[in-house]
Nanobody, 128 residues
Framework: QVQLIQSGGGLVQAGGSTRLSCVTSGDNSSPYVMAWFRQAPGKEREFVSAISWEGGTPYYADSVRRRFTISRDNAQNTVYLQMNRLKPEDTATYFC?????????????????????WGQGTQVTVAT
């Protein structure tokens, strides 16, 4: 069993930055793929970014590419999402997720069904 504890986020002005963190605890023996998803009010949960255990080439949604950066520190069991040049449309509850897919492809990385473990969610509100 794995627990994901998130921190960070809050109220940010448009154009500003913030960083989300997600710490995994419990069974950290598996090479988890880590991801971030978000869900805005009245909308479905959507993929934001994902990174493999080795920290290879990350995956990003087009809407956040070149503004958000995902990274991980396996020694600290932590994954980060650095969010820059925030826009009001980035307002959402952000969730980190962990999974162990057999192979990591774009469809696999971007599917919420890939991830068995989820954080509690962190609100990010971008004010104009």
């Amino acid at each position: 069993q794995v627990q994901l504890i998130q921190s960070g986020g809050g109220l940010v002005q448009a154009g500003g930055s913030t960083r989300l963190s997600c710490v995994t605890s419990g069974d950290n023996s598996s090479p988890y793929v880590m991801a971030w998803f978000r869900q805005a009010p009245g909308k479905e949960r959507e993929f934001v970014s994902a990174i493999s255990w080795e920290g290879g080439t990350p995956y990003y949604a087009d809407s956040v590419r070149r503004r958000f950066t995902i990274s991980r520190d396996n020694a600290q069991n932590t994954v980060y999402l650095q969010m820059n040049r925030l826009k009001p449309e980035d307002t959402a509850t952000y969730f980190c997720a962990a999974g162990t897919p057999v192979a990591l492809t774009i469809p696999v990385a971007t599917s919420s069904g890939t991830y068995a473990y989820w954080g509690q969610g962190t609100q990010v509100t971008v004010a104009t």
